[in-house]
């Protein structure tokens, strides 16, 4: 079996939750990409779209070998790196909305454990990948359902990313705008 199988299998339970904390609580609820205090952290999450997104995308696609087994875990390490970002960020972007609520909060220490698990997973299973000529190579035996939805997954990334970085470019540039006569 592939060792993209368990990776994509993990972030494919982990992406609706991610959906929910994105659409409801940064989108919706607080509006995190129009307030000035949020907008560090809203770059997080731009981050994290784009590099969960390019793993689903390289995981879906193909079976990475040699330096892309590589390539794939500095992603993951990356992530990792992005999460500690967002943490530290949030309370001083939350400060003023009265904090990370419970249910927001639940689904990010979900949400970090996930992107562990999921590292430890590629690395484990995709280790005799590594020794491996570099290449990426055709997907291996992934099962039909896990590669639909591993599609889903980026082009889910995608839209998040595209439609919450126009949110904060439209917030940046209304910010630049000059104020209206009166």
């Given amino acids: 079996m592939s060792p993209t199988v368990a990776p994509l299998a993990i972030m494919s339970i982990v992406a609706p939750l991610a959906a929910v904390d994105v659409l409801y609580f940064h989108l919706y609820k607080f ?13 997080t999450h731009l981050l994290r779209a784009l590099l969960f997104g390019a793993a689903a995308f390289l995981l879906t696609r193909y079976e990475p070998r040699g ?30 909305l009265g904090g990370v609520p419970p249910l927001e909060y639940a689904i990010h220490v979900v949400g970090a454990t996930a992107s562990g698990v999921i590292a430890g997973v590629w690395v484990i299973g995709s280790w005799p990948a590594a020794a491996l000529p570099t290449e990426l190579a055709p997907p291996g035996e992934v099962p039909a359902f896990l590669a639909a939805n591993g599609h889903a997954l980026y082009a889910g990334a995608a839209a998040m990313l595209i439609g919450e970085g126009a949110l904060l470019i439209r917030a940046l540039l209304r910010a630049r705008a000059p104020a209206p006569a009166v």
Avoid: G, K
């Fill in 31 to 43: 509006r995190l990409h129009a307030r000035r205090a949020s907008q560090l952290e809203t770059v």
């Fill in 67 to 96: 330096a892309w087994v590589w390539m794939i875990t500095a992603l993951a390490a990356a992530d990792f790196v992005n999460n500690v970002a967002d943490v530290l960020l949030e309370p001083r972007s939350r400060a003023a």
